[in-house]
């Protein structure tokens, strides 16, 4: 166990440092392709924040590991909102004032009952995959044209952060692959760290998906949404977790159905995708806010959130 112990520890920090890496390389090519900085900002680092997830889901998914793939992203989605907005909720309230992310809440709501709908039969194949990730290419499209229509707090912050992703690098092609081979490498350790601590442990790959894979995967944007918080962008705070889950909901277990079509595990459909549609609708019902009110995530709905964390995982535990 201990050598698995390893491979996981490991493989997360280099995943998680060339993941950075690559974020930065592809920032770079962005802008010389003469992609704004706003694109930039709302895609390529947004995106990039989520590369963990989709390498490891991914690669689970062609080792004919589902419960792996399905349990990384749909448990970073519970860690994105239950532990990283309550963290980030704890170190500065965040007021909910962009437009932008006002009209993503719902949409999380709908991307998230679509996807729970297309896997209750129990199986995700490969025309519930298509349908996630064509969903994808037309949210990211949409959030493309309304940040250019309008602009408030989250461009004007998605604009700052892309730049802060725009160093200037010389053989940035090169580094791009060399991140990308890193996270690839570092990705296998990883599921091969999880796979054998499950049957040493005797856990289901499914809980070791939802639990050290969507944590360690999680890490960038938890990182990401601290930094903002401290600095005052509270809506690039948010708008890191909104991004994630969509992505994670869309195009991470699109791309995994499409790998490997697969059958769904009972307890994803009667434990876990039940936490991450009530999650996901509280973060609509206090994001929105009501009777004139804006949305506020405040310290005590931050406590609220984490204790929904503890309380998951405990749950978890108990069924070991």
Partial sequence: MLLFSAAIVLGLVFL???????????????????????????????IGTSAPEMLVSALAAMQGNPGLAL???????????????????????????????????PVLCIVTAASIGL???GHLGFIDSSLLVVALLALMVWL?????????????????????????????????????AVMMAASQALIWGAEGLAKAAGVSDL?????????????????SSLVAARKGQHA???GNVIGSNLFNTLGVVGIAGLISPSVVE???????????????????????GWRGRMGRINRVEGVILLAVYVGYIATLASGL
């Avoid at 440092?17 to 895609?43: E, H, Y």
């Avoid at 894979?213 to 960038?220: C, D, E, H, Q, R």
């Fill in 16 to 46: 998680i440092l060339s993941a950075d890496r690559f974020v930065d390389a592809a920032s770079v090519i962005a802008q010389r392709t003469g992609l704004s900085p706003l694109i930039i900002g709302m895609l390529i680092v947004g």
């Fill in 71 to 105: 349990g990384n992203a749909y448990g970073s989605n519970i860690t994105n909102i239950a532990l990283i907005l309550g963290l980030t909720a704890l170190l500065s309230p965040i007021p909910v004032q962009s437009g932008i992310l006002r009209k993503e809440l």
């Fill in 119 to 121: 896997l209750w039969d």
């Fill in 144 to 180: 493309v044209r309304t940040g250019q229509e309008s602009s408030d707090t989250f461009t004007e912050e998605a604009e700052a952060n892309a730049r802060a992703h725009l160093p200037k690098m010389s053989h940035t092609g090169l580094m791009l692959f060399l991140s990308l």
């Fill in 207 to 223: 809980v070791i998906g939802l639990t050290v894979l969507a944590f360690g995967t999680s890490v960038p944007e938890l990182a």
């Fill in 236 to 238: 690039l705070a948010l």
């Fill in 266 to 288: 009972p307890d994803l459909l009667t434990r876990d995708l039940p936490v991450v549609a009530a999650l996901s609708l509280s973060l609509f019902v206090i994001g929105m």
